[in-house]
């Protein structure tokens, strides 16, 4: 058992599975230079020395190096493709909606494209265009696969599970939970560490987690705002306001049993999304809460998400961008009264 951050819990979760299955490789941009920093966020540092034929460096080019790794998935690869940030993976959209999610179904099954797509969100100081939460534009996408780990532990045992998976998977990953070090690190960091154990694990796609029990309303969150979403509850708590605190962490498909059963219990719901104000991650859990369970709810279901920001400008409105606990608390008390 050690304790890691998520930069390194993930380092370790590649290299455990390219020891196990000679298949697995990883490709990007700057992940594979000798003495470098491992990726925009330290991820792969120190791997080209131990796999200096399967961690390959490529163009400046998402589009192609992604349909690289959508050809080597359907060929029996396992590709783990690593795009420095979340934000260019529209210049991959064509790869990863038309081809990698599409290409299981239009084969009948004949095909499977067991790709993982590794991306960083979240608003900090490396301008607009690295500085977004992209979760929203790939989870009503068939045949993707999307989670968001918000702990070191998640972030390893999802990987794993990713890499096994027949079906692609895109995994996102906030910069201020990475816990990367140097020149690397971001200001403004939380602390994502975990207790990871030594054994092989994996955490299963698909699996929402209870982080804290409670009676009076149901939180949703995942990524950062998991943790300002537990902060807020614990502010909430020395009020005599019990909140249940879900790290949804399987953003498609959604674990809409284990949403279910909290909702069932406090009939109150509250959804926390870093991102713009309108549409989102919150919005679908909102309308499918609404159907499925539905007659459960005695309050609105309210969402805490930026004000409207037509572009999100780090670090200008960098604070206006994101929701902190207080933000959410004052959500949740407008809610319960």
């Known amino acids: 058992m050690k304790r890691q951050s998520i930069a390194e819990a993930l380092r370790d979760g590649i290299t455990e599975e390219m020891e196990r299955d000679t298949r697995v490789f990883c490709l990007g941009e700057d992940i594979g230079v000798p003495g470098g920093f491992g ?20 163009p400046i080019s998402e589009l192609g190096f992604f349909g690289a790794a959508v050809g080597a998935a359907m060929l029996g690869m396992r590709p ?59 989870i009503g996408v068939p045949g993707l696969k999307v989670v968001a780990p918000s702990n070191a532990y998640d972030a390893k045992g999802l990987l794993k599970a990713a890499v096994r998976d027949d079906d692609p998977v895109l995994i996102f990953e906030h910069k201020l939970l990475y816990g990367s070090k140097g020149p690397r690190a971001e200001a403004g960091a939380v602390d994502a560490t975990s207790e990871i154990p030594d054994a092989d694990y994996v955490v299963p796609l698909g699996k929402a987690a209870v982080r804290r029990p409670g009676t009076r309303v149901t939180i949703l969150a995942w990524l950062l705002m998991l943790h300002e979403a537990l902060s807020a509850a614990n502010e909430l708590a ?7 605190v879900i790290d949804v962490r399987s953003l498609a498909p959604v674990d809409w049993a284990t949403l279910g059963e909290s909702v069932a219990r406090t009939g109150t719901v509250v959804i926390v999304e870093e991102g713009p104000k309108t549409g989102g991650v919150g919005a679908e859990l909102a309308a499918g809460l609404l159907e499925r369970f539905g007659d459960h709810l005695i309050a609105p279901i309210q969402r805490v998400a930026s004000p409207d920001v037509p572009v999100p400008f780090a670090p200008v409105l960098e604070n206006a961008y994101r929701p902190d606990a ?8 407008d809610l319960v009264g």
């Open 39 to 58: 990726g925009a966020f330290t991820v792969t540092l120190g791997l080209e020395q131990k796999f200096p034929d399967r961690i390959l460096d490529t």
């Open 80 to 138: 783990i493709a690593d795009v420095q940030y979340s934000d260019f993976l529209f210049l991959a959209m064509d790869q990863i909606v038309n081809n990698a999610a599409k290409l299981r179904y239009m084969s009948g099954g004949t095909l499977t494209v067991p790709v993982v797509f590794r991306a960083p969100v979240g608003a900090t100081g490396r301008g607009s265009q690295h500085a977004q939460n992209m979760e929203r534009y790939f």
């Open 238 to 244: 020395a009020e005599g306001i019990d909140a249940e």
């Open 326 to 333: 207080r933000r959410i608390a004052a959500a949740v008390r």
